[in-house]
């Protein structure tokens, strides 16, 4: 039975009986209600009537309302008024940015800490501030991821831009290919200019690397022996066939006969040899110039050193069915040192001494950082010849035994 009483201090209202609500009408319509289990609803409250604090509420707690029922104007919900969110609704993203840290436009690009230029549709980018990373390139393919600093593709003009003033680089890996490029230095907003061109150079294969002046490759691994139009160095293997190795090609035709250095040497002191070519030999020089030299003698005693040398019939021990004519470098070197690297009994450095070594440390060191430590026990350092050297010694014995044949047909 439901009971209405009063004392001095109360007003009770009971509901008697389980699942038993107490409910508010007005003119036999109900407009509010406390269930049982002390929960109080009500079609409308009165904002302006509710007084002093109340509880906290928590977003766990704020479940199944209607969007009905919410009226009126909310305050400006802020980041450090979040508290008590569930886990699933912010798991992995945090930020302390006090401004945009992140922007996705219309096309799927993305800018970190920038909004993303106007890529090409078909192209998808994440930006940064002074490079991006790009698939699609050009939006010729599917199979093309590119990375690139200072350019972008414009979809306005269908071409690479720079982004600010300066130079520009790119890394282009598409079909098992990569290719390293390089563009002058532009304004924002200029065509890039790859290798000196107003297109991406897509011709060749393998690992090419251009230069931002001139066209066409400056150094590759090739697939194959195109030969592309411009100066290019492929290193390639073709197992037994007969073009092997290191390959230097110039598309000028050299109809004069010039003689071009292919490959020089050099060090702070200049020019200390080439490979240079003709349109039909090769010539292999060293420096020689007499402006390089001084306390410059006639040789003497060319006979007696000659007869010193100690030429001999061998095979090399991994040809073990081919006999050559030639030296034992050791005993070269008392005559010809030049002729000869390396020492005798040599064997290939193990170890080297580095900084965390005692002997590099100190005001005195008894060892410089990248001195031998330890040498092999297996692998020896070869000595090596270079025979062409022997050829001053030659002649100056031949001069000599000419001129005591010349002697003889005088007496």
């Known amino acids: ?197 107003n297109t991406y150079p897509t011709t060749g294969a393998g690992f090419r690397m251009y230069a931002p002046n001139g066209y066409g490759s400056k150094f590759s691994f090739d697939s194959s022996d195109a030969v592309a139009t411009g100066h290019k160095m492929t290193l390639s293997y073709h197992g037994w066939q007969e073009a092997a190795g290191i390959k230097l090609y110039d598309e000028y035709s050299n109809v004069n006969n010039y003689a071009i250095t292919r490959l020089g040497f050099y060090t702070s002191n200049g020019l200390i040899g080439k490979i240079s070519t003709t349109s039909n030999s090769t010539t292999y020089s060293t420096s020689s110039d007499y402006r390089l030299k001084e306390n410059v003698e006639p040789m003497t005693g060319a006979i007696n050193r000659l007869k010193g040398l100690k030429p001999s019939r061998f095979n090399f021990k991994i040809s073990p069915d081919e006999t050559v004519d030639g030296f034992l470098a050791h005993e070269v070197s008392a005559y010809v040192p030049e002729a000869i690297t390396g020492e005798k009994d040599a064997m290939e450095v193990e170890t080297k001494y580095t900084a965390d070594d005692v002997e590099t440390q100190g005001d005195n060191p008894t060892k410089e950082i990248g001195d031998p430590k330890t040498y092999s026990t297996t692998e020896i350092d070869a000595q090596t010849i270079d025979q062409s050297k022997l050829v001053p010694l030659l002649v100056g014995a031949l001069q000599e035994a000419v001129a005591r044949i010349e002697a003889l047909e005088k007496a």
């Open 1 to 197: 039975m439901s009971t209405i009483k009063s004392s001095d201090e109360h007003l009770t209202l009971n509901a008697d009986g389980s699942s038993k609500d107490i409910k508010f009408q007005a003119n036999g319509v109900e407009k509010a209600s406390i269930s049982s289990a002390g929960a109080f609803t009500s079609t409308t409250i009165d904002a302006t009537k509710l007084t002093g604090n109340l509880p906290a509420i928590s977003a766990a707690s704020l479940t199944n309302i209607p969007a009905a029922n919410i009226t009126g104007t909310l305050p400006a919900i802020s980041g450090a008024n979040l508290t008590n969110l569930p886990a699933g609704g912010t798991a992995g993203i945090s930020s302390s940015a006090d401004a945009t840290a992140m922007t996705i436009d219309s096309n799927e690009n993305i800018g970190i800490g920038v909004t993303p230029s106007s890529w090409r549709s078909t192209m998808n980018a994440l930006e940064f501030d002074t490079g991006s990373i790009s698939s699609n390139n050009e939006g010729t393919a599917d199979n093309e991821f590119t990375i690139t600093s200072n350019s972008y593709f414009d979809a306005t003009d269908s071409r690479w831009e720079h982004k600010g003033t300066g130079g520009a680089c790119m890394i282009r890996m598409e079909d098992g290919e990569i290719h390293m490029n390089t563009a002058a230095s532009r304004s924002a907003g200029e065509q890039t200019q790859w290798s000196g061109g």
